[in-house]
């Protein structure tokens, strides 16, 4: 079963594509999101939801009761993790202002308040703080935003726990056309990562505090689009990798070659990224060199306005924060299917199978392979005048091909939002 789905993975791979993405970013089930055919039509929608206006601001006011959630952890040895109830509150606003017809300055201010009933020490303030800049021009697109996302979520699949993590740094993206089919793009991402557990958390969740670091990454190439839905684009990236902590000297650098494409019709979509990554040890660190392809791809077939079906895959790498383990490579395969009832109601349902393969320092280290398998859904309600609710599940499992510590995660809970994010 597991050649299986190694094979699967690298035909799928190698034959279409997927999203790189930041580097070493565990990725929840799930499987792909409805993307927009253009960032302008996307961003002009979202100014033209703003509610008030204020001289030349408008202003879109937020607030979500989310995440009122069942969360339950079981390892397979001694150390357990409460089962818990949590929610998350949050109330703020996103303001533009539109300096021209062709650039708006945007700004987020997005607090939320995480609450825990048992671990009272792990409740905390949240959110999502951020200025943009978005320059629409003739020939030429650039948006740069800098600030702070803190939220909660799973960042390991050796530890998987809702954790709040904070990312603070400055984002740019830049696109020039160079005649009516042919592009040149840029991106950039400068991010410090923080995991925000307390030492008086157990013993598992403060290990997460040792994945601290900064990351640079650089992208640039050509993009070919004779129409908004059918693009392919090649390019390079480089990055960088710096740990906060000498615990675990991972920090790694690189260059890779970078593949992307898009092509949507009414009932056929193909989406994906690659990057065919060289990583090395920086000077002083322990990192293992890694030679080989990451990415995710997305094939749907139906109308997003009906039934829409999915097969994706992707492949990914995770920091390991295991003793004796460098990092662990992420390969999943998934099938989702999503049904619209009218313009307000959906559902959605998934599963996915794959594997977690240990990379160790040395050959003296026990190999280390757990097997993957999740399943869930959500459905999501439009209430009118930008009132969603909506209901998730999702249960997961890490099965260790020794005799390991096997790992279950399981949570359902509810989701009541205004203002459409």
């Known amino acids: 079963m597991r050649l299986k789905i190694q094979a699967s993975m690298i035909l799928v791979l190698f034959l279409l594509a997927g999203s790189a993405g930041a580097q070493f970013e565990y990725t929840s089930p799930g499987g792909p999101e409805e993307k927009p055919a253009s960032r302008k039509q996307a961003f002009d929608l979202e100014v033209s939801r703003a509610r008030y206006r204020l001289g030349a601001v408008y202003v879109a006011p937020w607030a979500t009761l989310r995440d009122v959630a069942y969360v339950r952890t079981l390892f397979n040895t001694g150390q357990q993790l409460p089962s818990d109830f949590t929610a998350t509150a949050g109330a703020g606003f996103r303001a533009y202002l539109r300096n021209g017809p062709k650039v708006t300055w945007s700004a ?5 308040y995480v609450w825990w009933q048992k671990e ?50 400055v984002e740019f993206t830049t696109d020039l056309e160079l005649t009516p089919t042919f592009y040149v793009f840029t991106s950039g991402a400068f991010t410090d ?31 070919w689009q004779p129409r908004p839905d059918l693009w392919v684009a090649l390019g390079t990236e480089s990055s960088r990798v710096d740990f906060a902590r ?63 079906g999915s097969v994706y895959a992707n492949r990914g790498l995770v920091y390991s924060i295991t003793p004796g383990y460098a990092y662990l ?3 999943r395969l998934g099938v989702s299917l999503r049904e619209s009832f009218g313009r307000r109601f959906s559902v959605r349902v998934f599963a996915e199978t794959g594997a977690n393969d240990f990379t160790a320092f040395t050959a003296a280290a026990p190999p280390r392979h757990d097997s993957v398998s999740s399943f869930g859904g959500d459905f999501n309600f439009d209430l009118g005048r930008d009132f969603t609710l909506g209901f998730h599940a999702l249960r997961s499992r890490f099965a260790p091909s020794d005799s390991g510590p096997g790992r279950t995660y399981t949570s359902a809970g509810l989701s009541f939002s205004f203002g459409g994010l």
């Open 108 to 112: 987020e201010l997005l607090p939320e």
């Open 193 to 223: 990562h923080t995991y925000l557990e307390n030492e008086t958390s157990s013993s598992l969740l403060t290990s997460l505090r040792l994945l601290d670091r900064r990351e640079r990454l650089l992208q640039g190439g050509l993009r």
């Open 329 to 331: 490579q992420d390969e």
């Open 120 to 169: 009272a020490d792990r409740r905390r303030f949240d959110g999502r703080y951020k200025l943009g800049f978005h320059g629409f021009f003739n020939r030429l697109t650039v948006e740069a935003t800098a600030g702070r996302t803190q939220q909660l979520r799973i960042v390991t699949p050796e530890v998987p726990v809702l954790t709040s993590s904070r990312e603070e740094g």
């Open 246 to 308: 000498a615990a675990l000297p991972r920090s790694n650098s690189g260059t890779s070659p970078l593949a992307r494409f898009r092509y949507r019709s009414r009932l056929l979509g193909l989406e994906g990224e690659l990057a065919f990554r060289s990583l090395s040890a920086r000077q002083g660190s322990d990192f293992v060199p890694y030679h080989a392809t990451t990415g995710s791809v997305a094939l749907t077939l139906g109308d997003s306005r009906h039934l829409l």
